[in-house]
């Protein structure tokens, strides 16, 4: 059963605390994202892991970084979070083997900055 | 700037009907378009893609018509279920290198009464 898990599913944190929201996978996929989501925009993407240790920045990567020193695990981090970053995570995976090029993507993360 | 457009915001249908959701982008250089299908509480999830060498993509009840010269798309679906309430993004990519990096719009609400 091809899945991608996130956690937490919610959390709360104040101005100024560190975040750290994890994601896994287990198709072995090769390329997973973060990204966000706001009522209005859509999705946005955050950043990019195309594997270990080779990550490359999206469209709004200002104020997160990520981890990735295993295939299988995807971290986002906000150092210092803002109130602006309270928002919806979604992480995603997917592979460049597949020929349908679909993103798997997990049941997000509730972030809210207070 | 939203790369990607979509439109209407919500589109309510009677079940039975066919409901169309129409998509736009700006960047000639999009050569794939997936649309994803995302219920509350949950990740998007892959429905329904096309390549731009096409002009028209069916599977099942859902039909996506290509116009490239307009830059512009539209999802069609057919005989709508209560089942099909969900929010549906359009998105939009290059090829080659940046094949994963999906652009979305701000989605489409569909509401199907029974």
């Known amino acids: 059963d091809m899945k991608v898990t996130q956690m937490p599913r919610y959390l709360i944190k104040r101005m100024g605390e560190n975040v750290l929201l994890e994601c896994g996978q287990d198709m072995s996929h090769e390329t997973m994202y973060w990204y966000r989501q706001d009522p209005g925009l859509g999705l946005q993407l955050i950043y990019i892991?195309?594997?270990?240790?080779?990550?490359s920045e999206g469209d709004i990567p200002k104020g997160y970084r990520v981890s990735r020193k295993k295939r299988e695990h995807f971290s986002l981090i906000l150092d210092s979070a803002k109130t602006n970053q309270t928002s919806v995570y979604f992480c995603a995976s997917s592979s460049p083997t597949e020929s349908s090029y679909e993103q798997y993507f997990g049941p997000g993360t509730r972030l809210t900055v207070l | 700037q939203q790369q990607v457009r979509q439109s209407p915001q919500s589109l309510t249908v009677w079940e039975g009907e066919t409901a169309i959701l129409n998509c736009s982008y700006e960047?000639?250089?999009?050569?794939?378009f997936p649309w994803y299908q995302q219920f509350p509480g949950e990740g998007p999830a892959l429905l329904i893609s096309?390549?731009?060498?096409?002009d028209k993509k069916e599977d099942g009840r859902f039909t996506i018509f290509f116009n490239k010269r307009e830059k512009k798309l539209s999802l069609h679906i057919t005989d709508s279920q209560p089942g099909d309430s969900a929010t549906y993004f359009c998105?939009?990519?290059?090829?080659?290198?940046?094949?994963?990096?999906?652009?979305f719009g701000a989605g489409t609400q569909l509401i199907v009464i029974p």
């Open positions: 960047d000639s250089t999009f050569n794939y």
């Open positions: 892991s195309y594997d270990v240790d080779s990550n």
């Open positions: 096309i390549r731009s060498v096409s």
């Open positions: 998105a939009a990519s290059a090829g080659g290198s940046a094949l994963g990096r999906l652009h």
